[in-house]
């Protein structure tokens, strides 16, 4: 009996876990202190906008989160000329953007399994030229 039991509250609790990501709004989760990959995921693809930008331009947000792919995907790319640019488009110091910005996308991208996708990977060697030359796009 006792594991029946066992059995039926750990596939509740399984059930509920996986259906909590699957049914993610796509609002706060970016202000938990342990980010999780769906939610990381989420806003990558669709913005971190609202509370989910954390008080940041959402498309310096954009912009970060790219430039943190590129570094877990490993795309070639001048780190120093793109915080520049960024310091010119968004202000702040360099070492805000990489500290603030790239650093942590690039952390929450290196954790996701199969993150660099080559889709993905082509999107960004397509965007870094432009973020090397100071352009930087307008999503939101």
């Not at 397509?126 to 939101?140: Q, S, T």
Request: a negative charge.
């Amino acid at each position: 009996m006792k594991v029946s039991i066992f059995g039926v509250l750990l596939s509740g609790s399984l059930f509920m876990c996986s259906h909590a990501f699957a049914e993610y709004s796509g609002k706060g989760g970016m202000a938990a202190y342990d980010i999780s990959s769906e939610v990381y995921e989420y806003h990558y693809k669709h913005g971190f906008t609202g509370e989910d930008a954390m008080g940041w331009d959402p498309n310096l947000q954009y912009a970060w989160s790219r430039v943190g792919a590129a570094m877990t995907c490993n795309v070639d790319m001048d780190k120093a000329l793109v915080l520049k640019g960024l310091s010119n488009e968004f202000g702040n110091d360099p070492f805000i953007h990489d500290m603030n910005g790239v650093g942590f996308h690039h952390m929450q991208s290196k954790n996701i399994e199969g993150f660099c996708s080559p889709e993905r990977v082509d999107e960004i060697k397509d965007l870094i030229p432009n973020m090397e030359a100071g352009e930087f796009p307008e999503k939101f």
